[in-house]
């Protein structure tokens, strides 16, 4: 195999067909490992080529960014947040690498933003710091949503332009179409950006519910016709991937969440995504049907539905909504708070609901709490523990685990291949997901009848060549993960990270000492403190007769280097500690000559 080529190769033509009733093949094992290993920048991009440059969202869910080059001009599609994990202590936001193309700025012809979740606009604010005035390309609703974080950051606001589903425009070399699609949010488009090198097609998140609550569908008669004048690379949302069959209709939620509401007695907390309009749409309708009144907890929760109210895309009778002093003074049978928190993020609502440190919204027992989201892989953990937390007090926790209370925004094997089969393209990249979810989009494109040769597996910074009908890896281009923690920016290496986490997690030991210079004798110490460990300090004790043993050792008339005398106090007690205690903590040792 081609070291340049990461395709879905050695596949028996017999498995590609659909209804050969054999397994998928196995096409992807060890190739995307074997083939990044060995892969270079790329070289310059050929004359009539256009070039893919993922810098976030492939390998993981979130921080969503694309870019597209071609004739020496940049297009940008979304720019997006991931949300620190637990081992990740301190971490706001990670953004994706724009270090690639920070350089060629003046370049970008435009950005455009398929849909408003934080994972597709959070970093947009970050992106324009470089150049505040990349004109942005997305629907009434989506740049609604970006316009605040630009005031925010104190960005301008000019280069906002609306588009819907229908619009064509030319953004630089690029012949802009967009379509619309289906998802937990209103107003979401893919683009079918029309170039002389071929035409690619981006589905942005997107689902095929039959029965969606706005009426709008998924365009597959745009699709299709896109199919019918060449797709030849097709950008394929993976989220779901691996989850057989369709996705639920949205509009089957609202039944469920009115039963739920009416078998509570105490108040409820309903906690969802901050801009997942129609799920907050089906919460409002459940509480009117029901008596109770709603209020928004959380300033994103907030700022959102106010916005979606004022664009039409959310419908909420008079007098409904009561601002959070208002609702406390209804009984509890009359309460809905609709939070933020949904993911078990430590600092919004639901979460400071759940150790009691919220300043407004106390849990009784008899509350229940309801959980209208999806769980994003790598916070199960902070989840479960806000479940355990809130059970703890008394609630009554509705999930997607013992009700359906949520349905996901993102298209399922079926609707893939429903849509592999209307668009028929040439080349197919998978797109946002993790590794898992980007090889079972690949196999069920196999499964249609896509040449192995044709499905692309590229990971964040792999870069896809198309040229001639034939997409191709490239290369490799930087793609760290950006840490924001508080005002700093990139600032966060892992190695501090690691540092956070062996605090959090062993512990920090300090060891002072005051040295001779003349004599290397030993002065006063070793005092040793330790900071985060269960044990008391008395019980390093025996330790020190061989810490000052090692000083002394180490220590030579006439001065010696502190660091060599450091390093002999922390290689002792970090043994020693190892041993008797089963720990690994920070050592700090500190000594000082007179």
Known sequence: MAPDRAKCEGADPSDMAPDSGKAAPTWHTGIMKSLYENLSEPAPLEEGALRVIPLGGLGEVGRNMNVLEYRGKLLVVDCGVLFPEE??????????????????????????????????????????????????????????????????????????????????????PFDLEFVSVTHSIPDALAVFVRSDAGNVLIT??????????????????????????????????????????????????????????????????VASFASHVHRVQQVINAAAHHGRRVTFVGRSMERNMRIAEEKG??????????????????????????????????????????????????????????????????????????????????????????????????????????????????????????????VGNGQLAVKTGIDPQNVVLAEDGVTVDLKDGVARVSGIVPC?????????????????LETRRTLGSEGFISIFAVVERDSGMVLAG???????????????????????????????PGGQDP???????????????????????MIVPVVTEQ
Request: proline share 6%.
């Open 87 to 172: 081992t990740q202590p301190g971490v706001d936001l990670i953004l994706p690498d724009f270090s690639w193309i920070e350089d060629r700025m003046d370049d970008v012809v435009g950005l455009v933003l398929t849909h408003g979740h934080e994972d597709h606009i959070g970093a947009v604010p970050y992106l324009l710091k470089l150049r505040n005035d990349i004109p942005i390309y997305g629907s009434d609703l989506t740049l609604a949503f970006v316009a605040p974080k630009l005031r925010e950051h104190r960005l301008p606001e000019p280069g906002l332009n609306v588009v819907a589903e229908g619009d064509r425009l030319t953004v630089g």
């Open 204 to 269: 942005g998140d997107f689902k095929m519910d039959q029965l969606p609550l706005d009426r709008r569908l998924t365009d597959l008669r745009a699709f299709a016709r896109m199919g019918e004048e060449g797709v030849d690379l097709f950008m394929v949302d993976s989220t779901n991937a691996l989850v057989p069959g369709f996705i639920t209709p949205e509009r089957e939620i609202g039944p469920v969440l009115d039963q739920v509401f009416g078998e509570a007695a105490g108040q409820i907390v």
């Open 313 to 438: 895309y959310l419908s909420i009778p008079d007098g409904l909504i009561v601002d959070l002093k208002g609702i406390g003074e209804l009984p509890p049978s009359q309460r809905v708070y609709m939070a933020t928190g949904s993911q078990g993020e430590p600092m919004a609502a639901l979460s400071r609901m759940s150790v009691g440190s919220h300043r407004t919204v106390t849990i009784e027992p008899g509350d229940m709490v309801v959980l209208a989201s999806s769980l994003i892989p790598g916070n199960e953990n902070s989840v479960y523990r806000v479940i355990n937390d809130l059970t703890r007090l008394g609630a009554r926790v509705v999930s997607k685990e013992n009700a359906k209370v949520h349905v996901s925004g993102h298209a399922s094997a079926g609707e893939l291949i429903y849509c592999y089969n209307i668009v028929q393209p040439k080349n197919v990249m998978p797109i946002h997901g993790e590794v898992r979810h980007l």
């Open 480 to 496: 760290e993960y950006v840490y924001v923690d508080g005002r700093s920016i990139g600032e966060i290496s892992e190695d501090e």
């Open 526 to 556: 070793p005092e040793i403190r330790a900071f985060g460990m269960a044990e008391d300090d008395s019980v390093f004790e025996e330790i020190l007769p061989d810490v000052a043993q090692a000083l002394k050792d180490a220590a030579a």
């Open 563 to 585: 660091y060599v005398l450091q390093q002999a106090m922390r290689r002792v007690i970090g043994r020693w500690v190892a041993r008797r205690l089963r720990r690994r903590p």
